[in-house]
């Protein structure tokens, strides 16, 4: 079955950097697109990043654009997160998910996407 595992967060201090990654299995990994969502205490799913199975597209939230860069390797199955200048409004529980590539359905919305991992806490203190 298909399974995606976060790894990466951790506590932190602002204007640090973290680097998350996920690992997927039972998928072919290249027909996905693959996301980051985070949701922080008391508050809903929120749009992170995205990027293409080819990994030559990718769009961002407003709130992260310029500080946070997602990539992908299709060879080992992973994509990852590199979190800079992080801020305390950063501190989410960050998940990964994967969508069929052909989909032409918004990518900023979390129920277009098929698989999630649990994700992995990032907490940053002022």
């Known amino acids: 079955q298909v399974q995606l595992v976060e790894s990466g967060g951790g506590l932190v201090q602002a204007g640090d950097s973290l680097r998350l990654t996920c690992a997927a299995s039972?998928?072919?990994?290249?027909?996905?697109?693959m996301a980051w969502f985070r949701q922080a205490p008391g508050k809903g799913r929120e749009f992170v990043a995205y990027?293409?199975?080819?990994?030559?597209?990718?769009y961002y939230a407003y709130s992260v654009k310029g500080r946070f860069t997602i990539s992908r390797d299709n060879r080992k199955n992973t994509v990852s997160l590199q979190l800079n200048s992080l801020k305390p409004e950063d501190t989410a529980v960050y998940c990964c998910?994967?969508?069929?590539?052909?989909?032409?359905?918004?990518?900023?919305?979390?129920?277009?996407?098929?698989?999630w991992g649990l994700g992995t806490q990032v907490t940053v203190s002022s």
């Open positions: 039972g998928v072919t990994f290249s027909s996905y697109g």
């Open positions: 990027i293409d199975w080819t990994g030559s597209t990718t």
């Open positions: 998910a994967a969508r069929p590539s052909q989909l032409s359905s918004t990518v900023y919305t979390a129920a277009n996407y098929a698989y």
